[in-house]
Nanobody, 116 residues
Framework: QVQLVESGGGLVQPGGSLRLSCAAS????????MGWYRQAPGKQRELVAAFTNSGSTNYADSVKGRFTISGDNAKNTVYLQMNSLKPEDTAVYYC??????????WGQGTQVTVSS
C-alpha cells in the first residue's frame, strides 16, 4: 500500500507560479514512474507531466515550457513547478504513482485556481 499526499495548491493570479509537492509513503526508487494529472470541472482527467524510471519525461503540449516535473528520491517526493499560469490551468491536480507491477496509486488531489 502506498499513500500519496499532495500539497502546494492554491489561488494565484495569471502569470504567477506555484509548486506542487507529492510525498509518497514508500521509496520512489523502484517504481515504473510518477506523474501529475489534472481534472477541470466537466472535463476528463488528463496527464500533465510524468517521468519514468528510465529517466524520460513527458509533458502535455499545453504545459510544455511552463511546467517542470522533478523528483527527490531521498525525500520520496515529486514536485511540479508551474510557471506562467493561465486560467485554463485551473483544476484539481492529482499525483500518480505506477508500481513495477503496473498498479496505480492516486493522491487525494489539490486545487489550483488561476484567477485575477
Amino acid at each position: 500500500q502506498v499513500q500519496l499526499v499532495e500539497s502546494g495548491g492554491g489561488l494565484v493570479q495569471p502569470g504567477g507560479s506555484l509548486r506542487l509537492s507529492c510525498a509518497a509513503s514508500r521509496s520512489i526508487f523502484s517504481i515504473n514512474g510518477m506523474g501529475w494529472y489534472r481534472q477541470a470541472p466537466g472535463k476528463q482527467r488528463e496527464l500533465v507531466a510524468a517521468f519514468t524510471n528510465s529517466g524520460s519525461t513527458n509533458y502535455a503540449d499545453s504545459v510544455k515550457g511552463r511546467f517542470t516535473i522533478s523528483g527527490d528520491n531521498a525525500k520520496n517526493t515529486v514536485y511540479l513547478q508551474m510557471n506562467s499560469l493561465k486560467p485554463e490551468d485551473t483544476a484539481v491536480y492529482y499525483c500518480n504513482l505506477e508500481t513495477l507491477t503496473k498498479f496505480h496509486y492516486w493522491g487525494q488531489g489539490t486545487q489550483v485556481t488561476v484567477s485575477s
